[in-house]
């Protein structure tokens, strides 16, 4: 693994739970590994658990790391090759990713889609400036169509509930959401989980088709109901459409999980990446009841971006 950008293969993804279940188990077993390494997590847009998480996961490793908020406090990047630049953008991102390049031994990444330029958000064109410029291996902290540490958490925290010899049937569904949100989160998610080989079956309205790309192998229906029936993990998340790209088509309520979504799947659990809009996403009874594993994806969050920046380093 040169980068860490999407799901590689499952036998890289199971080196990888592996390895953050053991830095769960002993966060600090290899905190001499990272010395006199920095990483820098270069964030153009914002974050709580992604900032946070991956800092922790680098100080576990014996590592330094430094934030740039480039969004805030860079400058107005340009990214197009051979512009003009006599407008609002002051730093071009190549002269800017070869910097960082220069100063980091590796560099993560968070770059969000525009949602409105379909061919350039489905290319990851910007978070891929940083690996052509950089020459540092590269951590998404999520791009434009992935975010494999949210999902590589997500198959951790599956495996920790998982004790069956069966495949889990895994859900993920759409839900309602005020604002037009990008598609990385489902995108990987689906990506890791068949990938992972759960039984994945995806519901959302008419519509909200995902790039087919990413979901390949699933069962795909708009009934949600029948999407729920015998759940073992049922992940919430809202995305706009793709095909009208970054449009809201629907904001139908009744897609929100309440328990009584849950009769015909009693023991399923419900996750989440967050941050979740309450009462509109998903419901204060789902996410303060037994059956949200919410914050211990947030809390997984650590260990798999140990286990990428672990495994970067050799
Ligand atoms: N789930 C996640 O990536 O959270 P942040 O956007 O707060 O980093």
């Known amino acids: 693994m040169k980068h860490f950008t999407q799901f590689e293969s499952l036998s890289l993804s199971k080196t990888l739970i592996q390895s953050a279940l053991a830095y769960k188990a002993n966060p600090l077993i290899d905190v001499q590994k ?31 790391p430094i934030v740039v908020n480039m969004d805030k406090e860079g400058w107005a990047l340009e990214m197009r090759e051979g512009a003009i630049m006599n407008k609002g953008t002051v730093e071009h991102i190549k002269d800017a990713a070869a910097v960082l390049g220069s100063y980091f031994d590796i560099l993560a990444i968070r770059a969000f889609p525009s949602l409105t330029n379909k061919t350039e958000d489905i290319e990851d064109f910007v978070f891929n400036q940083f690996i052509k410029y950089s020459g540092k291996p590269v951590i998404s902290l999520e791009s434009a169509i992935r975010h494999p540490l949210q999902s590589l958490a997500d198959m951790i925290t599956i495996q920790e509930h998982w004790k069956e010899a069966r495949k889990p049937k895994v859900v993920l569904t759409w839900a309602p959401h005020i604002k037009a949100i990008p598609h990385a989160v489902a995108n990987s998610f689906a990506e890791w989980a068949i990938g992972n080989d759960h039984d994945v079956t995806i519901t959302h309205p008419v519509g909200y088709e995902l790039d087919p790309i ?11 109901a029948e999407a729920l029936a015998d759940a073992d993990f049922v992940y919430v998340k809202n995305w ?16 929100m999980l309440t328990e009584k979504h849950f009769e015909a799947a009693p023991q399923a659990k419900v996750m989440h990446c967050l941050p979740v809009r309450r009462n509109v996403e998903l419901s204060d009874e789902i996410l303060d009841g037994s059956r949200s594993i919410v914050q211990e994806q947030a809390t997984n969050r650590i260990y798999a971006a140990q286990a990428v920046i672990s495994h970067l380093l050799g």
């Open 214 to 224: 990413f979901t390949k192998g699933a069962h795909i229906t708009h009934n949600q």
């Open 34 to 64: 990272g010395f006199k390494k920095r990483i820098g997590c270069i964030f153009l847009n914002p974050s709580l658990r992604t900032r946070a998480s991956t800092q922790i996961a680098a100080l576990n490793l014996g590592m330094e």
């Open 240 to 255: 706009s459409a793709f095909n009208d790209y970054g449009k809201i088509h629907s904001t139908d309520s009744s897609w």
